[in-house]
């Protein structure tokens, strides 16, 4: 699940590569999978598996 | 005018702007840039795809600090995570922590807000909390180690105005660290009695971004920030019961 769609995960799959169904920016994009934060320098290390939730999150108008 | 202090940060501007609730971008940087505000609210939030423009462009324009909030939380671990996400997202360890008790009076929850404030003081963060007008738990949360202290005027987005100012002036006389006046306020009267009171400043949004012309009362907003302050350093009159004469009564 990547922001609570569904998503195949091909294997081996990365953070870095998730966030790239989302979005080309890097900066001012946060991630966390199954409510762990993943900072930016391990999105190309980081691998998916079949049941892991992903949010990617970003600042917007808000408070 | 004396600047803000926050954490050793100083701001010359004493009004907190938040962003939520503008119409548009457009609209909220005329806002923005109208207030003179040096520091902004953001909430955090799933990244939408299909979304034209970032408020962080806007702010980075404007050269305004990002404050991010933990709006939308209803528990301490959900605001602690929401924290970090910010943290990771924006490179800034500042954080207004929003816990909120439920969604129809939105007040927040003390004992929540002070767990996740406690977690996220102990994590590195500058933790502003967003409580209600409530001395004893702003001077423990204060002991905590929290950089500042949000009371509440009034309701989110009521615009009822300060509600209690005897509670807001104990919260000033009760902790050091700067009082800032959030949410409930209304109109330009309302930011000009919190700073009278003794606020070190004053966060407001929907007062400005849902005017029926923003950027005027930004503007307003502003000047009454301004006069407010101007008014407690320059310390009021007592009240009297009955008048009194300015000039000699004999002739």
């Known amino acids: 699940m990547i922001n609570g769609a569904s998503h195949e995960v091909a294997d081996g799959m990365t953070v870095a590569q998730a966030v790239r169904t989302l979005t080309t920016a890097t900066t001012g994009v946060a991630v966390a999978v199954n409510d762990e934060v993943v900072t930016r320098s391990s999105w190309e290390t980081t691998a998916l598996s079949d049941r892991d939730r992903v949010e990617v999150l970003t600042a917007v108008q808000g408070g | 005018m004396d600047d803000l202090i926050i954490a050793g940060e100083s701001f010359s501007s004493r009004l907190i702007m938040g962003t939520g609730g503008a119409p548009s971008l457009e609209v909220l940087d005329q806002a923005l840039a109208a207030s003179g505000t040096e520091l902004t609210t953001v909430a955090i939030r799933r990244l939408d795809p299909s979304a034209r423009g970032s408020v962080l462009d806007v702010l980075r324009k404007r050269d305004i600090k990002v404050l991010p909030n933990t709006a939308g939380c209803f528990t301490a671990g959900e605001a602690v995570l929401t924290a970090r996400l910010a943290r990771e997202a924006l490179g800034t360890n500042w954080i207004k922590v929003e816990v909120i008790a439920d969604e129809r009076t ?143 009564m004999t002739p």
């Open chain 2, 106 to 248: 939105l007040l927040p929850d003390p004992i929540e807000t002070f767990d996740a404030a406690e977690r996220l003081v102990a994590d590195g963060f500058v933790v502003l909390p967003y409580i209600g007008d409530d001395p004893a738990l702003a001077r423990r949360l204060e002991q905590a180690g929290c950089s500042a202290v949000m009371p509440l005027g009034g309701p989110i987005g009521s615009g009822l105005g300060i509600r209690n100012p005897h509670s807001i002036e104990l919260i000033v006389e009760a902790v050091s660290v700067p009082v800032v006046l959030d949410a409930g306020i209304g109109t330009a009267s309302d930011a000009a009695l919190a700073m009278e009171l003794g606020c070190a400043a004053v966060m407001l949004a929907t007062a400005v971004t849902r005017a029926q012309q923003p950027e005027l009362m930004a503007l307003a907003m502003k000047q009454a920030v301004e006069a407010g302050r101007l008014a407690r350093l320059a310390g009021r009159i007592p009240r009297r019961r009955y008048a009194e004469a300015s000039s000699p």
